[in-house]
C-alpha cells in the first residue's frame, strides 16, 4: 500500500491518525464523522430520489440568521415554500417566526426537515456544514457557495461514498426548484418561472435562468430544475440530474446545459442514447453546451471549466449529444422555441403520426436548432496557457518541489522516449487519479491516455503502480522507482493541494526520471481557507497580464482572447455569468464575429462592477465595440442599465455600446438606457444585438 499522507484542513474538529507515504513528513490529522451504515444494495446512488422536491417538501437553512438566507427564505415563503426552521450554531429561539436551532441535528429531530439548504459563506466552513447535515441523515443536502477548497470537497465526497442517506447537490450550485410545487432551494430568479412541464438539468445558472425565461415565453413552463453547478466536483452530476427528470411525472421535455470539463457530458449522452434505446415513448431532449471557443487551457469563470489531457471538447461534448438524439441549440433563447417543436413532433409520433423535417429519428439537423456544423474533435490542452483559477509554479520551482519530497528532477536531454504521468481529478468518480500515457505525441496522447482512481482516503497501493507501469510499457526493473515517484507526487498532491500535478517521464537504467513537469494548485486553500501561504507566494503577478489581475481584485474573471496583433478580436464582452459569458462568445463566433475577451462580472454585477468591467476592456486597443450582454437573474436589469449610463457618462468610452438585457427588470433596464439620451443601441433579442455589434465592429 502506498499511504496516504494527511492533509491538516480543520485542526479544530476531533482528529483520527491516518497512514503516510513513504519518505514524507509525520501525518498529522483529519475529521472524523460517524455516517448511516450503506447496505450491499444501497449506496449514494440510491439518493438520487431525495432530488424530487414538491408542495409537501420541508425546507430548512442553514446559516439561517444570515443577511443572505433571510432574505431568500422570506422571499420563497412568500412564494409558497414550505420553510419549516433553520440553524446557526449556538444560537435557540424565533427567526422569521420560524424555530431556529443551534444545531442540524436538532432542527432534525424537531423539524423533520427533507432538504436543508446551506447559506454559509465559503470562508465559513462549507464542508463542515455538509458534513454535519450529512451525519443528521438530511435527505437533500444544497450547498450554494463556491470558491470551496478543492481537498475539502475531495473529503466530503469520500464520506458521501460511504452512506446511502443523504444527497448532496453542489458546492457552487444555484439550487434546485419545483415550479409546479412551488419548492425553491436557492437562488434562482423566481419572475422566471412559471408551473409547466420542462426540467432542466443545468451546469449555469445564468445559462439555465435564460433557458427558463425561454420555455416560460414558449408557454411550456417548467416542472423541477436541477442546478448541478460549475464545481470541480459536483454532488450530483448531469447524468444523474437527467435520470430523475426522465423518470419524473411532471416533466414532458428536458433542457440540458452543459459546458467544458471533464467527462460529466459524456456520459450524459450516453446514458440518453441508452435511455432512448430502452424506452418506448422517451422524453425529447434539447440542448446547450458552452465552451466552443474558450481559451486554452484557461478556466472559463467556473471552477469545473477546464479540460486536462484526455478530456472532450465542447466540440466533442455536441457530437456525442447529438448523435444521442439530443436537440442541439447555440443560445438558450432558443431552448423553448426548440422544445416546442420537440414536443409536438412527440406528440405526432405517440400518436401514430409521422415525424417530419427537421428532425429525423430524434438526431438534430440544419435548421432552426444549429446555427454551425461544428467539427468533431477533441482536442488537447495547450500547454503554453495558464489558468487562472489555479495558481501554477514555474517548472524550476516544481523542479524544487519535487527535490524536496526525494525525486531527482532535471531538464530532458533529449534522450529516451517520454511518457505522461500525473496526479489530477477524475471527476467521474469523484476522487483523485492518476492520468498516465506512453507517449507525449499530440496525435496520440489523447486516445492512448488512462485514468487510475484511487480513494481519497486510503490513496494508492501497490497494485495500482503495477498497472501504470504497464500501461506505461515501463521496464520490469522500474517498479520500485516508479513507486518513489507516484509516492513523492502523491505526498505533494495532498500535502500542497494540488489539482494537478502533470510531469513527463522517461526510463533510465531502470530508474524512472521526471524530465518535465507543470505543478497546479488550488487557490481557494489559499483564498478561502488561509492554507497553503507558502506555494502562493510562489505566484509573481509582474509576470501575468496586468488587467487580468486588476480585475481579479474586483472579483471579476477576464481573460484576454488571441493574440495583441490580432485586429480581428475586436468585440469587448461584458457578461454576467460564466456560462453566459461562454456562451456569449460561441454565438458571437456562430454569427461571424470574434470576441476580444472573455468577461464575467459575476451572478451578482453591480453598477461599479459594471463601469470596472468597462474601464478593463477599453484597455485593450483592438476593441472596436462594447457587447454588453446581461441575462437579469440575481443581477436587476436596472441596476445594470444604472452601470452602463454610469460607465458612458464618467468614461466616455472612444467605441459605440451594444447592450442587450433581458430577464428581472428588463423592461426598466431598457426605458433607463433609452432615455439616457445617450449614443448606446440597446436591444432585448441576442440575435437582433450580436448582429449590429458585429457590424460596428467592422468584421
Partial sequence: MLPRPSLPLRPCRSPRSLPRLSGTSQPTTLPRRAFSATGPSQDYASTLKNLRIGKHTRVMFQGFTGKLATANAAESIAWGTNVVGGVTPGRTGEHLGLPLLPTVQDAVERLRPDVTGIYVAAHQDVPGAVEEAVAAEVPLVVAVAEHIPLHDMLRVHAMLKTQSRSRL??????????????????????????????????????????????????GLGQSLCIGVGGDILPGTDLREALMVLAEEEDTEGIALIGEIGGWGEMEAAQW???????????????????????????????????????????????????AAGVTMVNHPSKIGDALKARLAEHTKTTSGGQPSSPFKSGVQQRGIHTAVRRARTTQPRSPQH???????????QAFDLLRQYGVTAAEYSGKGTRRFLAISIDRSTRSPCIV???????????????????????????????????????????????????????????????FLLETRVVERLGEVKIVNARFGFDDAAHRT????????????????????????????????????????????????????????????????GRAANFLDTGGKATSETVKKSFELVLRDERVRVIFVNIFGGLTRGDMIARGVVLAFEELRPRVPVVVRIRGTNEAEGQRIIAESGLPIYAFDDFEEAAAKAIELSGQ
Avoid at 437562488?187 to 418561472?193: E, R
Avoid at 495558464?386 to 524550476?396: F, M, P, T
Wanted: hydrophobic share 40%.
Fill in 436 to 498: 498516465a500515457s506512453p507517449t507525449t505525441e499530440p496525435d496520440l496522447a489523447v486516445s492512448q491516455t488512462k485514468r487510475f482512481p484511487f480513494d481519497y482516503n486510503r490513496g494508492l497501493d501497490g497494485l495500482q503502480a503495477n498497472r501504470i507501469a504497464e500501461h506505461l510499457k515501463l521496464g520490469p526493473r522500474t517498479g520500485d522507482s516508479l513507486r518513489k515517484v507516484l509516492g513523492s507526487l502523491a505526498a505533494i498532491f495532498y500535502d500542497k493541494e494540488a
Fill in 169 to 218: 447537490v453542489g458546492a457552487n450550485s444555484p439550487g434546485v426548484i419545483s415550479a409546479t410545487g412551488r419548492c425553491r432551494v436557492g437562488f434562482q430568479p423566481l419572475p422566471c418561472f412559471a408551473p409547466g412541464k420542462i426540467g432542466v438539468a443545468a451546469k449555469s445558472g445564468t445559462l439555465s435562468y435564460e433557458c427558463v425565461a425561454s420555455t416560460t415565453r414558449a
Fill in 386 to 396: 495558464q489558468q487562472k483559477r489555479h495558481l501554477y509554479i514555474r517548472e524550476d
Fill in 272 to 322: 440518453i442514447k441508452e435511455y432512448n434505446a430502452r424506452t418506448a415513448n422517451p422524453k425529447p431532449i434539447v440542448g446547450l453546451i458552452g465552451g466552443v471557443h474558450a481559451a486554452p487551457g484557461r478556466v472559463m469563470g467556473h471552477a469545473g471549466a477546464f479540460t486536462v489531457l484526455g478530456e472532450p471538447d465542447a466540440r466533442a461534448n455536441i457530437a456525442a449529444l447529438e
Fill in 529 to 592: 481557507a488561509n492554507r497553503q501561504a507558502d506555494i502562493h507566494a510562489l505566484r509573481d503577478p509582474a509576470a501575468e497580464d496586468p488587467a487580468e489581475v486588476e480585475a481579479e481584485r474586483d472579483a471579476i474573471v477576464l481573460i484576454r482572447l488571441g493574440s495583441s496583433d490580432d485586429r480581428s478580436c475586436s468585440i469587448g464582452t461584458v457578461v454576467n455569468g460564466a456560462g453566459l459569458a461562454m456562451n456569449t462568445l460561441d454565438a458571437l463566433a456562430d454569427a461571424g
